[in-house]
């Protein structure tokens, strides 16, 4: 059994381990509430964009915009996106699994990466694929440029017969305790054809399909962009905040634990000596 002065140590360790992270968890919730209500609203427009963009589709006969041309995938490009720190439980982890299997189903087939975030790059770049671009230190404080800022290449590379579609892999934020790993194709866009069951609300168009589809295409994928940005600071935020609080609530029966054991080594130490007092009355009589 360990003595008492070595368990003392054990315990104001573990104290100051569970200071730091009882302190990280309350930064996560803190951030967490700004970072979720960014991401929630968010999506009432990316909704309503979308529907936009597939009542233009629908309603012009040109379609040679080059965001929506369609072609074989020969050429893919993966934009991953993780954190730029840890101590957020799997995030990471599942982000980088779900990204090798990716490239697994698709190893016959031409693949790059995108890498947004410093946990993703610095798993891929000893891998052998393609980095073509990166992006990181962005999620302490990033807005719409940043968006701008990515998707631009990605749009360049897209139009200009680089790559054939462009996924896109992140979590999403869908509640404190829980986020959903999301892989969704960017480029070419995807929309949808109204059914005859759905009314198609009628526009007054001030310039030629064309003009529109030049000046929406390109920021409705600036803003799939951003808002998978919004959504994996949330998600990163909700996994830390989770996570810290379990490694919180481990160095507290830690603790326990350790506490019961010093007394107990105590115990056996005041016995001993008890015994020992007495063995030596006993002998000096």
Same mark, same amino acid.
């Given at each position: ?9 054990r315990?104001?360790?573990? +104290? ?9 968890k309350?930064?996560a919730?803190?951030?967490? +509430?700004?970072?979720? %209500?960014?991401? /929630? ?17 629908a309603?012009?006969?040109? +379609? ?14 993966l934009?991953?996106?993780?954190a730029?720190?840890?101590?957020c439980?799997?995030?990471?982890t ?21 890498c947004?975030?410093?946990k ?5 770049r000893?891998h ?5 671009? %990166? ?10 440029t940043?968006g ?7 749009m ?6 680089e ?6 892999l ?20 995807e ?5 005859h069951?759905?009314?198609?609300v ?26 998978? /940005?919004?959504e994996?600071a ?8 989770t ?9 507290? %029966? ?5 506490t ?5 080594a105590r ?8 015994? %020992? ?9």
């Amino acid at each position: 059994m360990p003595n008492v002065l070595d368990i003392r140590r054990r315990i104001r360790s573990v +104290r100051s381990t569970q200071q730091i992270t009882k302190a990280m968890k309350m930064v996560a919730t803190a951030k967490l +509430r700004k970072a979720q %209500e960014r991401a /929630l609203n968010s999506r009432p427009y990316g909704g309503q964009l979308q529907h936009v963009l597939n009542s233009l589709v629908a309603r012009t006969e040109s +379609r040679s915009h080059p965001l929506l041309q369609q072609c074989p995938e020969e050429r893919v490009c993966l934009v991953v996106v993780s954190a730029d720190k840890g101590l957020c439980g799997a995030f990471n982890t599942n982000i980088i699994k779900t990204a090798h299997s990716f490239l697994e189903e698709r190893k016959q087939k031409e693949i790059s990466l995108c890498c947004v975030g410093r946990k993703g790059r610095d798993f891929f770049r000893k891998h052998p694929v393609a980095l073509v671009n %990166e992006f990181i230190n962005i999620f302490n404080k990033f807005d719409y440029t940043d968006g701008q800022r990515i998707a631009a290449p990605l749009m360049q590379a897209f139009s200009s017969g680089e790559v054939d579609a462009i996924y896109l892999l992140f979590n999403e934020f869908k509640s404190m305790i829980q986020q959903k790993i999301v892989l969704k194709r960017l480029l070419p866009i995807e929309h949808s054809t109204p059914t005859h069951q759905q009314t198609l609300v009628d526009y007054i168009y001030e310039q030629p399909p064309e003009e529109i589809f030049n000046s929406l295409l390109p920021m409705f994928v600036e803003f799939q962009v951003y808002h998978v /940005l919004l959504e994996s600071a949330a998600a990163e935020h909700a996994a830390r905040m989770t996570a810290m609080g379990a490694a919180t609530d481990n160095a507290g %029966e830690l603790i326990d634990s350790l506490t019961l054991t010093m007394n107990r080594a105590r115990q056996a130490g005041i016995t001993r000596e008890i015994i %020992e007092i007495v063995s030596g009355a006993a002998a000096s009589k």
